[in-house]
């Protein structure tokens, strides 16, 4: 665009300067002809046929300034009754548009933190709150009346924001056909292992020749996964979906560990793990056991919530859970405060039960230096019953292990992980309920610890939502009214005046029904093309008011005594065929990214928002610039 304004600026002056363009002669062609005193040696006969064809001229140049009356006429009596049912019009722009009724909350709370809960509270409420929530919070109000006034007062935004799916179109049908079949061994099993299983299904793989190619990954001793290719004539054939019935078969047949077949129909999948849950969360700090203690207390405070059984704590996410385990001491710490124990005396306590390898001294044998190590008896006798019943004590009190101790088996992370030097916690749990609620509650979870935590340390959500979150795309819609502010400064400037601003910005809204309407009508997935789309009409609908609306001053400016009517007239006769093509030459723009068999991501929802935004826009051109502009008045001269 930028060097489009340039050429426009520089560039096509000068071409119409060495074109040599010149402005056509009014110049009646006919009375040449009859002055020409050459005109006898062409003869009579080839004069009047030159007659003729000229008339034919005239004819369509009158003909075509009748129309051009006969419109103006017209469009002249549209304008005039619009404006005489001004009230009535800007009602059903009004209506049409919609008001956001159906966006209201159901209710109005304060948050309160407990623990890392943000929990709802009406105790603090002011006198507006309270009276929001007695009328448009009140239960009469959402059974009776919401449902009614929603669909009477919506308009085209409660179809967008209802009806419209959010996320963007998905290009897996485009990809090479492949199949891939998965091996899974159980914890400690080593990668030799793992290769000696994928083996057998390689070669089993490799007797078919309409198999291309094939690529075994071996992740570690406990995942292995290989992916199929087929040659060209078979990828939209009957072969693929053969083998991954063969393959299935295969499986089952081999066992030894845990197989899955995907890529082609329904997955197959034997693996008898539980899946680690869909609800993750990201905790991040600076130092590892901190941040431990701190995600074990989130886990506690999570595990609050009936419809939350059992969070997981690992290094990574996982799809499946990880069946390693440790046993874990979990100390009473309030017990121990009213035994006024500390926990290294209970720890030196326990310590020589389970001494191994402990360097007692030297023994020298025949002049040789041998060390002496001692070994916990009972160290391989004692199980976990017993060590939790075993009597102790410290110091002067006596104490059994089970009254300010907890053993049990937890999943602990393996390894420890770093996201950009700081360390990685990660939080899975799976919700049972409507998955909204569930990220309600992460997200009151994570605000609460990031609330709370000290400074270096933060909790994010790792969820994997297929809409853009509430928060992000209340700002990015907040950029509307950024580009709508300028676009009222910029207009502001050039027509020196503050009311015929607003009359160009009135016109943005009518082009969003044109997209609301887009969207819905033709069930299309609304992504960040989508919001693209809303940005470029806001900058492209204000294009073609804004030339009328210049030319119309400079014709009132220059020819005081027209009629604000007759001056807009002559302003839409000389700008209408700049603007139409304008607008016609970007709908023809767009239109490659919608012709095909498959819908772009972006690109397709980016072009039928703008298509159906503009030819909205030209509508409101006609219909609505002159009423916003308020010239049907009669009695108006000047």
């Not at 009346?145 to 485009?174: C, H, W």
């Not at 053969?242 to 299935?248: G, H, S």
């Not at 300028?486 to 009135?506: D, E, K, W």
Request: overall charge positive; some cysteine.
């Amino acid at each position: 665009l930028a060097v489009s304004l340039l050429l426009a600026w520089f560039f096509v002056p000068a071409l119409i300067e060495k074109l040599i363009i010149r402005k056509r002669r009014k110049r009646s062609v006919i009375a040449g002809l009859t002055r020409n005193p050459q005109r006898k040696k062409y003869g009579e006969s080839r004069v009047e046929r030159g007659i003729i064809v000229l008339q034919n001229k005239v004819r369509e140049e009158l003909r075509g300034k009748r129309r051009l009356v006969y419109f103006n006429q017209r469009y002249s009596k549209v304008i005039f009754f619009m404006s005489g049912k001004k009230a009535w019009f800007i009602l059903l722009v009004v209506f049409t548009f919609g008001l956001p009724v159906c966006l209201l909350p159901g209710k109005i709370e304060k948050k309160t933190t407990r623990s890392f809960f943000v929990v709802s509270s009406e105790d603090e409420l002011g006198h507006w709150a309270k009276l929001y929530n007695s009328t448009l919070g009140s239960a009469f109000y959402k059974e009776h009346i919401k449902p009614v006034s929603d669909v009477a007062l919506g308009g085209t935004m409660r179809l967008f924001t209802q009806k419209v799916s959010n996320g963007s179109y998905a290009s897996g049908e485009r990809s090479e056909t492949s199949l891939s079949v998965t091996a899974s061994l159980p914890n400690g099993s080593t990668r030799e292992q793992m290769d000696v299983l994928i083996r057998k299904m390689e070669n089993y793989i490799r007797q078919y020749q309409e198999v291309k190619q094939f690529e075994t990954n071996i992740h570690n001793g406990q995942r292995a996964a290989i992916r199929i290719l087929f040659v060209k004539k078979h990828q939209r054939s009957v072969f693929p979906y053969m083998l991954r019935n063969k393959l299935i078969t295969k499986a089952i047949e081999l066992g030894g560990g845990s197989w899955g077949v995907y890529g082609l129909g329904d997955g197959f999948n034997n693996d008898v793990k539980e899946q680690a849950g869909s609800s993750r969360i990201k905790l991040l700090g600076y130092n590892y056991d901190e941040l431990k203690v701190l995600a074990e207390a989130m886990r506690d405070s999570l595990l609050q919530h009936r419809r939350i059984q059992e969070i997981i704590i690992d290094s990574k996410f996982e799809w499946y859970k990880n069946d390693y385990t440790e046993y874990v001491f979990d100390l009473q710490k309030e017990r121990l405060a009213q035994e006024n124990t500390l926990p290294t005396d209970l720890f030196h306590s326990i310590k020589p039960l389970f001494e191994k390898s402990v360097y007692a001294g030297d023994w020298v044998h025949h002049g040789r230096v041998e060390p002496i190590r001692l070994f916990a008896r009972q160290a391989g006798e004692l199980d976990i019953w017993n060590l939790e019943n075993y009597p102790g004590r410290t110091g002067e009190r006596n104490y059994k292990l089970s009254e300010i101790a907890k053993i049990g088996k937890w999943t602990v992370p393996q390894n420890i992980a770093k996201e950009n030097q700081q360390y990685l916690l990660c939080l899975q749990y799976e919700y049972i309920g409507a998955y909204q609620q569930s990220y309600k509650v992460m997200e009151r979870a994570i605000e609460s610890f990031n609330q709370t935590a000290p400074l270096g340390y933060k909790s994010e959500s790792e969820q994997g939502w297929y809409w853009w979150g509430k928060e992000s795309s209340y700002k990015q819609y907040g950029l509307l009214f950024l580009i709508i502010a300028i676009i009222f400064f910029m207009t502001g400037f050039l027509f020196n005046s503050m009311t015929q601003p607003l009359v160009v910005i009135f016109i943005i809204p009518i082009s969003f029904i044109g997209l609301f309407l887009t969207f819905y009508l033709f069930q299309l997935n609304f992504d960040q093309g989508g919001f693209a789309a809303f940005i470029l009409l806001a900058a492209l609908s204000v294009n073609a008011n804004i030339y009328i609306l210049n030319e119309y001053n400079n014709i009132r400016a220059s020819r005081p005594r027209l009629t604000p009517v007759q001056a807009y007239l002559k302003a839409w006769n000389a700008k209408i065929n700049p603007i139409f093509l304008t607008v016609f030459s970007t709908i023809l723009g767009f239109i490659p990214f919608m012709i095909g068999k498959y819908k772009e991501a972006f690109w397709f929802p980016l072009a039928a928002g703008t298509i159906g935004g503009l030819v909205l826009s030209l509508i409101a051109l006609f219909v609505f610039l002159p009423l916003f502009m308020n010239i049907g008045k009669k009695n108006d001269i000047y």
